[in-house]
């Protein structure tokens, strides 16, 4: 965080708007290999999922969107801008999440990461995150398909 002179606080987040969607789209094309559409996210945003994000000085550093009911919470991504990654953003992110996930009516938090993301592991793992799963070629990778790492958390 070392662009930054005053340490971030909840004030840094809030809820994403469809205003945010063309930003939102810049960050997630560059830090994702097959990234969401802008129709994605609008369809987030419209059935009420929490979608939120971190911003520096009225700029956007990342954001995250999360699913729930039935008893739990779905990470459906969360992104920091690759400019910005390795400076703890991912971590501030994911500690508001859970901050969020800790208000809502939820047993277990969930979530899919590449296996091949390990920085994104250790951070899940450092959160108390546990891997549940495998779902064999989840997701499209240059050379055909990847596997997803399954992940849970209990929230209680």
């Known amino acids: 965080m070392s662009d930054t002179t005053s340490p971030i606080t909840s004030s840094n987040f809030r809820l994403m708007t469809y205003d945010d969607l063309p930003r939102v789209m810049e960050i997630e094309n560059v830090a994702h290999y097959s ?3 802008s129709g994605t996210f609008k369809d987030c945003l419209r059935v009420g999922y929490l979608c939120r994000v971190l911003e520096v000085g009225n700029i956007m550093y990342g954001y995250t969107v999360i699913s729930f009911g039935a008893g739990e ?4 991504t969360i992104a920091v801008d690759p400019k910005r990654q390795r400076q703890g953003y991912g971590r501030l992110l994911m500690g508001q999440l859970l901050e969020d996930v ?3 009516d939820v047993d277990t938090l969930l979530l899919e990461v590449r296996a091949s993301n390990l920085s994104a592991i250790a951070l899940y793992d450092s959160f108390g995150f546990n891997e549940i799963a495998v779902r064999k070629k989840y997701y499209p990778a240059k050379n055909g398909r990847e596997d997803a790492l399954m992940f849970a958390r209990v929230m209680l």
């Open 102 to 104: 800790g208000k809502l």
């Open 35 to 37: 990234p969401w559409t």
């Open 73 to 76: 919470a779905h990470v459906l």
